[in-house]
């Protein structure tokens, strides 16, 4: 398996997570939809009235939430085709401020009673934010991948080397 397939399987799998909580709710499974619960909670507000619902139970993290994992999978999937090659680290933090900032704006708007944050808002704005990182972070997400995998490779090669001497 390829780093680009561990990293898009690892992504894959956290949002399947995020929907498979309130699913698992919803099937007689509390106990470990709760885990999950939990586990996400360290991440997440997981405020009710801010969440998307499964069969009447919220999913693990908030519609913002949702909106950023769900587009930085799909700008991580989209990556061989996004031009990456022009991405310095200069644009790429013009990128990550850029992208955070309707975000930011919807949040302190909110914050201060000037406009009210909406479920359309919050998944526009994660989901803006949640691609740009995507952009940004899959070259190197790929690269860590790589390492990692080549780490593991090395220490099975000299492991099974020194149990078949």
């Known amino acids: 398996m390829t780093p680009r397939r561990i990293l898009l399987a690892a992504i894959f799998m956290w949002c399947a997570a ?3 909580t ?23 507000h997981q405020m009710d009235s801010r969440s998307f619902h499964i069969d009447g139970n919220k999913f693990a ?16 999937l989209l990556s061989p085709v996004l031009s990456r090659r022009v991405l310095t ?3 790429a933090r013009v ?21 009210d944050s909406t ?6 704005t994660g989901a803006v934010f949640g691609f740009a990182l995507g952009i940004i ?20 090669r000299t ?4 149990k078949t001497r």
């Open 61 to 76: 993290v908030c519609i913002r939430c949702s909106s950023i994992y769900a587009a930085f999978f799909l700008s991580v």
């Open 119 to 124: 479920d359309a808002t919050r998944l526009v």
């Open 95 to 115: 990128l990550l401020f850029v992208s955070a900032l309707p975000m930011a704006v919807d949040v302190a708007l909110a914050a201060i009673g000037v406009h």
């Open 22 to 44: 309130p699913l698992l709710r919803s099937l007689g499974g509390a106990g470990a939809a709760s885990m999950l619960y939990e586990f996400f909670s360290r991440a997440c």
């Open 159 to 162: 492991t099974y080397a020194t």
């Open 18 to 20: 995020i929907v498979a």
């Open 89 to 91: 680290s200069a644009s």
């Open 137 to 156: 972070l899959a070259p190197l997400l790929e690269e860590l991948a790589a390492e990692i995998l080549s780490r593991w490779f090395n220490f099975l």
